[in-house]
């Protein structure tokens, strides 16, 4: 048994996360998404816990998939009643997912204080609800809740529950650090201690969550020394400080550790899935990811863009093509021509030595002025597009107003005018908002939209506000960074100005041009 099983678990761990909520059909969607990504099994839910899941169950009963399989979660029979009479197992039994994913106690501590079971029957509730779901023909997955606590506590005890589950007939037994306060030592110890006691014949997994950060080098840790089963969510999403990250662990195993997880093509579409849950989530995605992340293989300096560009190996740790990312080249004060050459031929654009020299010269005055580009990718691709021509704005400002009227009650009102010309065509739209940016945004898309009807796919998500040279007091500069998404890809744009709705104004302005050079997603 040397292959890594892929387990997700982001459409049931994962979504007891604060804020985090899917329709059925998005779960259904993400599980298409995993299922092209090449994950072996997939977490559905309780299946029968509330309408919602019960809406998930029913139509995943007519889902085809190419390679994954479902599983239903649920747990041991509750006690003093017999397996055969608890109705959540029988469910299970019954629900449309050839796998079962059975979560028991471990550990003594919550044996006494939250579940008042004694350690035998204990035992008894293991085995006979493992035993009656594989009677009903199901494969079982066996959780071993708090495993690595419960193993610190009374390691005899903890192997004892496991081995419950090995003899009870269930073909994974996982092992949950469940509090996620375990470090990669200590698992490894644990999980080579529960392997040695549970022979070859029963596969060991690994769950962890991420309290210490350690999510993920606990996952691997416990690969190392012989797990083969791989729990976790995508982007690491999930309650507290979340799961182990899937998307990190699956990067490792293959590209670090050897195992072929994975075909190439759909390590490719890393990056795309990990985002697309993101999207699906309402949360913006992480700049910062490892892997997948938009700065995941960013550069700045004229040093390291300079590198990068005769070797990528010389700054980076893996070529990100593998995992779906690309090399991004953040262009400032310190970078030279290589970046801004660099960055341009990314995009197509063929620039010139004289038009180089004016690109830098423009960047230089703007960054002088407060802009700063390495967040703003879609303002300065559009910088980019305006200096070496060929570039049609979208339309021409004639100007725009906004008013703010505060009731004696407390009320605020925003209501914003814009006045434009597209094609040769005068177009006036008022709108109202929550606030001024609000009221803009909405102004321009009723004006602009009827012409482009893609603008409507464009959305805002991240709107950022920071004063520059606060010693200035109230005239001092504005910086606004806008992130923008039409589903597919993200994107950045810039506004700088002593006034905060002119600099919102001009960000939003740039946001909308950017997405519109993309056309509708595919
Ligand atoms: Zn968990």
Sequence with gaps: MNEIQLYDATLRDGMQGEGMSLSAEEKLRIAHRLDELGIDLIEAGFPASNPKEQELFGLLANERFAHAQITAFGMTHRRGVQATADPALAQLAECVAPVCTLVGKTWTLHLEKIVKVDRDENLVMIDSSIAFLRAAGKRVVYDAEHFFDGYRAEPEYALRCIRAAAE???????????????????????TAAAIAALGTDVRVGIHCHNDAECGVANTL?????????????????GERTGNANLVSIIANLQLKMGFQCLAPEQLARLTET???????????ADPN?????????AHKGGMHVAGVSADASTFEHIDPALVGNQRELLVSELAGRASVSEKAAALGIALDEPTTRRVLERIKELEHRGYQFEAADGSLELLLRRETGGYEPL???ESWRVIVEQLADGEARTEATIKIWIGGERRVHTAEGNGPVNALDAALRAAIGEVHPHLADIEL????????????GTGAVTRVLLDSSDGSEVWGSIGVSENVVAASWEA????????????PPA
């Excluded at 840790?221 to 999403?237: F, H, K, L, M, S």
């Design 168 to 190: 009870a007939g269930a073909e994974t037994v996982t092992l949950c650090d469940t509090n996620g306060s375990s470090l990669p030592a200590q698992i490894a110890q644990a």
């Design 221 to 237: 840790a416990a690969v190392e020394v012989g797990a083969r089963q791989v729990q976790g969510t995508i982007n690491g999403c």
């Design 274 to 284: 990990a985002h697309f849950v993101d999207e699906l989530l309402n949360v913006a």
């Design 289 to 297: 990811q490892p892997y997948v992340g938009r700065n995941a293989f």
């Design 395 to 397: 339309f021409t400002l």
């Design 461 to 472: 998500i991240n709107f950022k506000v920071r004063i520059l040279d606060e010693n200035k």
């Design 508 to 519: 939003l302005v740039d946001s909308l041009e950017r997405g519109m050079l993309a056309g």
